[in-house]
C-alpha cells in the first residue's frame, strides 16, 4: 500500500487529498449519508459496518479510499478508486471511481474536478489504461459535471440488489 498525498489548490484555497485513515471515517460516512440518494440508504447512527468495509479496503492495495480536507482539517470530500486488474484491452489495468462526494458548502467551487483531475493522474501513475465510473440515472447535474470532465456515456450499466 503506497501512501497518497497531495495538496488540491482549487483558486486561492489548498486542500489536501491523502489516504483516508480510521479517524476519518465518521466524516466521510456523513458525506455519504448527506446526499439526496444516499440519504435514504446510509445511517451514521452504527458505524460498525463502515468500519468493517473500511477494514477490508484498507488491507487490500486494489482499494484506495481517499478524504479531502479543507485548510482546518476538516473532511471535506472523498472518493474510492478500486484499480482493476482483466484480460480486455490486452490485459489493461483500469480504475474505477465510486462513492464521490463533496461536502455541500464546498461545491461548484472547483474541488470536485480537481479532484477528479488527481484520480485520473494517479490511476495514470498506477499504468492503468482506463478510467471508468457508474453514476445513477437520476444524477443528472452529475452526469453534466463528467461530461465536462471528457468522460463519455459509452456503455449501459445493470445492477442486481442482493
Known amino acids: 500500500m503506497s501512501d497518497v498525498a497531495a495538496p488540491l489548490l482549487v483558486g486561492s484555497v489548498e486542500y489536501r487529498v491523502h489516504r483516508a485513515a480510521q479517524d476519518d471515517l465518521p466524516s466521510i460516512v456523513g458525506l455519504l449519508v448527506d446526499d439526496e440518494l444516499g440519504s435514504s440508504r446510509e445511517s451514521a447512527t452504527d458505524l460498525a459496518p463502515y468500519r468493517e468495509a ?3 479496503m484498507d488491507a487490500d492495495p486494489a482499494q484506495l479510499l481517499v478524504a479531502v480536507k479543507d485548510p482546518d ?3 471535506v470530500g472523498t472518493l474510492q478508486l478500486t484499480f482493476i486488474p482483466g484480460l480486455a484491452r490486452r490485459g489493461a489495468l483500469r480504475a474505477q471511481i465510486e462513492a464521490v462526494r463533496v461536502h455541500a458548502a464546498h461545491r461548484s467551487r472547483g474541488l470536485g474536478a480537481a479532484l477528479f483531475g488527481w484520480a485520473v ?5 498506477r499504468g492503468c489504461a482506463l478510467v471508468q465510473l457508474t453514476t445513477d440515472k437520476k444524477r443528472t447535474d452529475a452526469h453534466r459535471f463528467y461530461d465536462r470532465l471528457g468522460f463519455t456515456a459509452s456503455h449501459e450499466g445493470y445492477k442486481m440488489s442482493l
Open 54 to 56: 473500511f477494514a477490508a
Open 73 to 75: 482539517g476538516l473532511v
Open 121 to 125: 493522474e494517479e490511476s495514470r501513475r
